[in-house]
């Protein structure tokens, strides 16, 4: 009888977590996934089937968006990863004096308000701004870069203040795991005569490689919905050259004309590219599980 009522307590808890996760979870993706299926502006939605869908491959806005994503995605994480993989390598040094001043300073910018950063930013990036007059004072540049009215220097800048921001949050994971590590592998392979590239090679990659696919898999989903930095520093701009999938459902839904049938679609790509790349890391990482 104790054991009977322990089941039932034990499935109670499992219940509440599963009715839970139904509810903010599994319905509002029923629901999105159904107003993907219509048209229309506010109650006035007609029933289009997947036309919404279709629509997709002949929308210029969209194919910018999603290119521009993507982009960021194949240029910054990669980045992103390598550095967190050196910054948290070189902070794991044991002879290393402020570690602790060095493991704040690389992490705070995670923590730091999106809007202020995103301001300095732009004061930092700005025809005028301390990256230009640097550039110049050192003879790098002979006129001024245009970070925000440029599109190619846009991009860049986005991805440089998107890298400046998580590096940090993704070297926590690895410097965490590398104290678990045991240092006595590090001393065979010096006795052996390693180098410190063939122990980050050979010994540091293969001991993070979860680490590395969790973070590489959070970073992907990340990226593919960045909608603050773009917002806050170019606006999308100029014209649409860093607008992002995220921002483009975001101006669907408030800034033209209303069509939350369409947004609901552009989002279901976000959930696609979100499945197909995740698997596409597991696979590439040769997870079995």
């Known amino acids: 009888m104790h054991k009977l009522k322990k089941n039932y307590i034990g499935w109670f808890f499992i ?18 996934f159904l107003l993907s299926l219509q048209s229309g502006m506010g109650a006035n939605l007609d029933f289009v089937g997947f036309d919404n869908y279709v629509r997709l491959f002949n929308d210029p806005t969209f194919i910018t968006a999603l290119t521009n994503t993507v982009l960021y995605l194949l240029v910054q994480v990669p980045v992103m990863i390598v550095l967190a993989l050196i ?11 402020f570690k602790g001043f060095f493991r704040t300073a690389i992490f705070l910018p995670a923590v730091t308000s999106l809007v202020a950063y995103a301001v300095i930013f732009k004061y930092l990036f700005a025809n005028n701004g301390l990256v230009n007059d640097f550039l110049m004072s050192i003879n790098l540049i002979s006129n001024p870069i245009a970070w925000l009215s440029d599109p190619f220097w846009a991009k860049i800048t986005i991805i440089i203040a998107i890298t400046w921001r998580w590096t940090g949050y993704n070297m926590i994971f690895y ?7 045991d240092k006595s592998i590090y001393e065979a392979a010096k006795i052996d005569g ?14 993070l490689k979860p680490i590395i696919l969790f973070t590489s898999i959070v970073s992907t989903i990340g990226t593919l919905q960045l909608f603050d930095e773009v917002m806050n520093i170019t606006s999308g701009g100029p014209g649409n050259a860093t607008m992002t999938i995220s921002m483009y459902i975001y101006n669907l839904s408030f800034e033209y004309t209303p069509d939350f049938g369409y947004a609901a679609t552009v989002s279901y790509v976000i959930l696609i590219l979100v499945v197909i790349l995740s698997f596409i890391q597991f696979k590439v990482a040769g997870d079995r599980d």
């Open 194 to 207: 390693a180098s410190a590239v063939q122990q980050f090679f050979q010994i540091t990659i293969p001991m």
């Open 175 to 181: 410097l965490s795991a590398l104290q678990n590590v």
């Open 15 to 32: 219940l509440l977590s599963v009715a839970g996760i139904s509810l903010f979870y599994f319905y509002p993706m029923i629901q999105a």
């Open 87 to 97: 910054f948290s390598v070189l902070l794991n040094d044991p002879t290393l004096k």
